[in-house]
């Protein structure tokens, strides 16, 4: 099977744009979350979807969101970027035929500058 | 809320030397707990869970790891340490309820051990 797939994997944007993410579960999988990875505060929850619903969301601004679609693949957004979203943002995805163990992908890197 | 708590930032250790990584946890409920690793530029990796039953579980590249309820502790170790194992390393814990509390399926992660295996 493949693993998560997460595009782009580097990107670069100024301050006030905004992003878009995406994210391909490994197949089967309908749970995916999004981690938000920084050094100082490091793994920080964003949300997770569920057949295409919003099952829990982490304590991030409204210019975070994201959507998950019929096949499972999801996408977040982040709108008017800030110099603190610089982050490695990762997805992973989980199955609910075992433990629901997460599967990470390789992350996407945003700079803001 | 749950929590996790990794005392060390860093842990340094020979090669051939036994390698612990120390987690502590915090949930309401029974615990399911996780390590993942993390190698420069790259995503989490999966390395082992418990569940229920035994304490000891075996996991990838020879690491296993001791759950102990009454110290509420999930130490990852390897009995011996490679250079390949120099990483960052993460402990996880998750509600076992969660889904009957409709928590939905969030993990939360401890702050990260930088382990360095010096040959």
């Known amino acids: 099977k493949a693993g998560v797939t997460q595009t782009p994997r580097y990107l670069i944007k100024t301050r006030g744009q905004q992003v878009t993410l995406s994210c391909s579960p490994i197949s089967g999988h309908r749970s995916v979350s999004w981690y938000q990875q920084t050094p100082g505060q490091g793994l920080q929850f964003l949300f997770e979807?569920?057949?295409?619903?919003?099952?829990n969301k982490g304590n991030f601004p409204g210019r975070f969101s994201g959507r998950q679609f019929s096949n499972s693949r999801s996408e977040m957004n982040v709108s008017t970027l800030e110099l603190g979203d610089s982050a490695l943002y990762l997805c992973?995805?989980?199955?609910?035929?075992?433990?629901?163990?997460?599967?990470f992908g390789e992350g996407s890197r945003l700079t803001v500058l | 809320a749950q929590s996790v708590a990794q005392p060390e930032d860093q842990v340094n250790v020979a090669e051939g030397n036994p390698l612990t990584v120390k987690c502590t946890y915090s949930?309401?409920?029974?615990?399911?707990l996780f390590w993942y690793v993390q190698y420069p530029n790259r995503g989490l990796q999966f390395l082992l869970k418990?569940?229920?039953?035994?304490?000891l579980v075996k996991g990838s590249y020879g690491f296993e790891a001791e759950f102990n309820k009454s110290q509420t502790s999930f130490h990852l170790k390897k009995p011996s340490a490679l250079v390949s194992d120099s990483a960052l390393y993460f402990c996880a814990v998750r509600d076992a309820a969660f889904l009957i509390k409709a928590a939905g399926n969030k993990l939360t992660f401890g702050g990260g051990t930088r382990v360095l295996v010096k040959p």
């Open positions: 979807y569920f057949s295409e619903t919003q099952r």
């Open positions: 418990y569940i229920t039953g035994d304490n």
């Open positions: 949930v309401s409920g029974n615990p399911y």
């Open positions: 992973a995805s989980s199955s609910s035929q075992g433990h629901w163990e997460l599967f």
